[in-house]
């Protein structure tokens, strides 16, 4: 089954709106949780690293204001996508490592992405 | 500078042949090796993870190796089936505190009937 889930799985908005998008850890507790986007034949590329109970670490060339990350629990994380451009649209992806008794903690675990659309 | 290089960047193959993936890295300090499959428009789903001591692994019809003095990785597929089309990504991880991963661009495998 999932580990790790995402909400929604796509969206489309206007140009100068706000998106947030969920992720949430289903089986364990996640103190950590990455957050990637991914250009259509590109690779992933990390932008942030969330951390539950205190502020996200952001990849260089990341606008922290643009792409606000809230890790207000343990199972879930928001990126919000604040004044969305065209340019921001992508296919986003969240992740952790495992935990609890049945994940490998030396394996990353992604969500099913979320695919955002700026017209 | 940490890279990740796969080959090839795409490879149609017909049902139940067999293929091979490469993935060549420039990452130091290594500390392991993962392959992910993902699925379009879905997120990787890890197939293998090796170390750097670890040789071979399978899991099902897929086994990869890994050959660390010379920084290379592959993936067999053997008997491929229709749902193995996919996007194949080598991922490496670095030795260091937070454990940072370098992802491959992928290859992308169509299998055809």
């Known amino acids: 089954g999932a580990v790790v889930s995402q909400h929604p799985s796509w969206v489309i908005c206007k140009s100068g709106t706000s998106v947030k998008i969920e992720c949430r850890s289903l089986d364990f507790q996640a103190t950590t949780m990455f957050w990637y986007r991914q250009f259509p034949k590109q690779s992933l590329m990390l932008m942030a690293t969330?951390?539950?109970?205190?502020?996200?670490?952001?990849e260089q060339g990341v606008e922290k204001d643009k792409f606000l990350i809230n890790h207000a629990s343990l199972t879930l994380s928001t990126l919000t996508v604040t004044s969305a451009h065209p340019e921001d649209s992508s296919f986003y992806i969240c992740?952790?490592?495992?935990?609890?008794?049945?994940?490998?903690?030396?394996?990353?675990?992604f969500g099913p992405g979320t695919r955002l659309t700026v017209l | 500078k940490n890279q990740v290089e796969q080959s090839p960047q795409s490879l149609i193959i017909l049902e139940g042949k067999n293929c091979t993936l490469q993935?060549?890295?420039?990452?130091?300090?290594?500390?392991?090796l993962r392959w992910y499959k993902q699925d379009t428009g879905r997120g990787p789903v890890s197939l293998t993870i090796m170390t750097f001591s670890e040789n071979t692994k399978s899991n099902g019809r897929y086994t990869a190796t890994l050959d660390a003095d010379t920084k290379q990785s592959s993936l067999h597929i053997t008997a491929s089936q229709l749902s193995d089309s996919a996007s194949y990504i080598c991922?490496?991880?670095?030795?260091?505190?937070?454990?940072?991963?370098?992802f491959g661009k992928g290859t992308r495998l169509s299998v055809i009937a």
């Open positions: 969330s951390n539950e109970g205190s502020k996200a670490t952001y």
């Open positions: 993935c060549n890295y420039t990452v130091s300090p290594f500390s392991n």
């Open positions: 992740s952790i490592f495992g935990g609890g008794v049945f994940y490998s903690t030396d394996t990353q675990y």
């Open positions: 991922v490496v991880t670095v030795n260091s505190g937070n454990t940072p991963l370098v």
